[in-house]
């Protein structure tokens, strides 16, 4: 398998334009996370599904933000409006049910919005 | 709720030093505990997990033993290369749900 992908790997927005990031988990995978990364704020999570099903979106920050998963190979974290706040990388990571088992992290989109 | 304290970076070492970074954590019942690494442009990649109270992960030198009376996970080298500069993560997984907590992340720089 070639691991989680993500697209695009780099992403420059100016403000007020729609982001849309991608993700292709590891086939076979039950859950997905999507997660942003900064400076300030370290690692977060924003939120995952389990079999395409959204369980807890309480990391994202507001209503500008989106994420969906139409089929078990795929999913999309939206932004709408993008604002230069949201400048950061963000990571889709896919895990196999179970508390043991490890999380694979795609390569990330840093998004850049100016 | 569960979570994972690190302390905080940057450490810097020189080659051959020994490190440690330190963690523990908060969670109900007995957790999975990990540590992820994530290169300069890179996303996270697992480093070594342990399962259960006493059990040491290893992987490329690095070692972390699960100490339950603790709580905590630290995470050891002896001797440490240059190309051992990276962020490195602790995490742990509750014994009920799937999802992964993390610390806030240690930046190690190595300088030769």
């Known amino acids: 398998d070639a691991g989680v992908i993500q697209s695009p790997r780099h992403e420059v927005t100016e403000m007020g334009q729609e982001v849309t990031l991608r993700c292709k988990p590891i086939s076979g995978h039950d859950y997905l996370f999507w997660y942003r990364q900064t400076m300030m704020r370290g690692l977060e999570l924003l939120i995952y599904f389990n079999n395409n099903v959204p369980i807890d979106d309480s990391g994202m920050p507001e209503d500008r933000f989106s994420a969906k998963m139409p089929n078990a190979s795929f999913s999309t974290l939206k932004i709408q409006p993008s604002e230069p706040r949201d400048s950061a990388v963000y990571f889709c990571a896919s895990r196999v049910r179970g508390m043991n088992t490890e999380a694979f992290f795609g390569q990330g989109t840093r998004l850049t919005v100016v | 709720g569960d979570s994972v304290t690190q302390m905080e970076g940057p450490v810097t070492l020189s080659e051959e030093a020994f490190l440690t970074i330190n963690c523990t954590y908060t969670?109900?019942?007995?957790?999975?505990l990990f540590w992820y690494v994530q290169y300069p442009g890179e996303g996270l990649q697992l480093l070594l997990k342990a399962t259960k109270a006493d059990d040491k992960g290893s992987n490329k030198g690095f070692e972390a033993t699960y100490r339950k009376e603790t709580t905590s996970f630290h995470l050891e080298k002896g001797s440490v290369q240059v190309s051992d500069s990276a962020v490195y993560f602790c995490?742990?997984?509750?014994?009920?749900?799937?999802?992964?907590?993390f610390g806030g992340g240690t930046r190690l720089m190595v300088k030769p």
């Open positions: 995490a742990l997984s509750p014994n009920a749900g799937n999802m992964l907590t």
């Open positions: 969670a109900t019942g007995y957790p999975s």
